[in-house]
């Protein structure tokens, strides 16, 4: 999965004279944060498998270009198994569920090694990524709802290095791949060493403050979601993917069959290209928690894409230096994007609202591979399809510029005034 930079320079001032704008974090906060950033290995090893492996599983069964852009749709239209799941986190808890796909992620994408065919494959992945995709929507959801107002990008832009950090082992392990034609299978089975991972969880993690003071009033009525906020980011879930899906996917296709290269080259392209991602994370979520989050990721996002389409129709040094500044742009705008999920929602509603958001960038997603997928079958080359694919975060842009509103510096009881005023209304009735 791609797109999570977001540090701007950092702005260093005489220490005696100024204090940080950024406050420091508490305790509880600094723990929360180390575990959520475990809990993002599991979840992007899981979600990055497929997409890297899916070439190497396609030429031990042989499967075409079409057959597995429809497989990785497929996968995504497990998202029915996520929504549900997602909506009952605001029902019994974020931790329970965190702790659930925690354990559940890893096992089940792991059977994706025994399977006998695609379709087995697909099928294992169809459950299991979902399972990482709860546990990511809901690491970003107690991320928001822990972090103080001057903190909560900055904390999704750490989040979203260690989410790099588990997709990169799986990079690492791509070049078992090359071994044998089988050999893939092996890079499935390394998913099960991430139950250490849950059980950590499982004894560490706590439930989040806002969540057990509105969930034991009894406010799920009490508090609604906003159609016009959800219809818009989901629009934008739905544009933005349509590139994002499919350059994932066909990466490592392209750069295997179209420009030779060799697992092992792959690893080091992905990992040289990929390294000022973590720079730009880190200076895009400072920067969207001093400054704002709407213009950053208004321009940086389509950016991100147009220099990830132009990779496709290079090649040599150019192709490297497109990749590297398109992952660039995408990491500058992921935190503004990402904890815009959790900011616009009521407590009792964020993890349903964030799951339809997520729903509506899996069918973008989905679009995008199946589109991407017939065109390349048709013998359009990769650098036509993916410049017309890049219109979409271009759409995705425009929506946000137009229809976003500016959330920092603000706490979420602002954003959202349900939660104060029903509160208050509940405690008074009592």
């Known amino acids: 999965m791609r797109g999570d930079s977001l540090f701007m320079t950092f ?40 997409t890297q492996t899916v070439a190497y599983a396609a030429q031990d069964f ?45 096992i089940i994408t792991a059977l994706g090694g025994l399977a006998p065919s695609f379709a087995i494959l697909v099928a294992t992945q169809t459950i299991g990524r979902p399972l990482a995709l709860v546990l990511t929507i809901l690491i970003a959801i107690v991320a928001t709802e822990e972090m103080s107002r001057e903190s909560r990008a900055w904390a999704i832009s750490v989040l979203g290095i260690a989410a790099g950090f588990g997709a990169g082992i799986a990079v690492l392990a791509l070049p078992i791949a090359d071994h044998s034609l089988g050999a893939w299978r092996v890079i499935y089975g390394l ?23 509105r969930h034991e009033k009894h406010l799920e009525t009490a508090t609604h979601i906003d159609r016009r906020r959800l219809i818009a980011q989901s629009l934008v879930a739905i544009f933005g993917n349509l590139f994002i899906a499919a350059s994932s996917v066909f990466q490592v296709r392209y750069l295997k069959e179209v420009r030779d290269y060799s697992a092992l080259t792959i690893t080091i392209f992905v990992f040289t290209t990929g390294t000022p991602a973590t720079l730009g994370l880190l200076i895009g979520g ?39 500044i ?52 048709r013998d359009f080359s990769y650098g036509t399809v993916m410049r017309w694919l890049a219109l979409g975060p271009i759409i995705a842009g425009l929506l946000i510029f137009k229809t976003f509103p500016e959330s920092a510096h603000l706490e979420l009881e602002e954003l959202n005034p349900d939660d104060v005023i029903d509160t208050e209304s509940q405690l008074g009735a009592n």
């Open 191 to 213: 998913s099960l060493i991430w139950l250490i991972i849950g059980v950590v969880l499982q004894r560490k993690l706590p439930e989040t403050t806002r969540f057990t003071q």
């Open 11 to 50: 702005q260093y001032a005489p220490a005696v004279s100024r204090k940080p704008r950024t406050p420091p974090l508490t305790g509880r906060q600094r723990s929360i944060l180390w575990l959520l950033a475990l809990a993002c290995i599991p979840a992007t090893y899981a979600n990055t498998l497929f």
């Open 326 to 377: 398109g992952g660039l742009f995408l990491s500058l705008a992921y935190p503004a994007m990402a904890v815009y999920r959790g900011e616009m929602f009521p407590t009792l509603h964020r993890s349903f609202a964030s799951g339809v958001i997520m729903t509506s960038s899996l069918i973008g997603g989905s679009i995008g591979l199946i589109w991407a997928g017939i065109f390349l079958n």
């Open 62 to 106: 042989g499967v075409s270009e079409q057959g597995q852009g429809i497989g990785a749709a497929v996968i995504r239209w497990g998202v029915i198994i996520a929504l549900p799941l997602a909506a009952l986190a605001d029902r019994i808890g974020r931790r329970k569920l965190i702790v659930w796909c925690a354990f559940g992620a890893p």
């Open 286 to 324: 400072k920067f969207a928690d001093s400054r704002g989050r709407k213009m950053l990721a208004t321009v940086t996002f389509p950016l991100g894409a147009i220099f990830f389409a132009i990779a496709f129709s290079t090649t040599g040094s150019q192709m490297w230096i497109a990749t590297a």
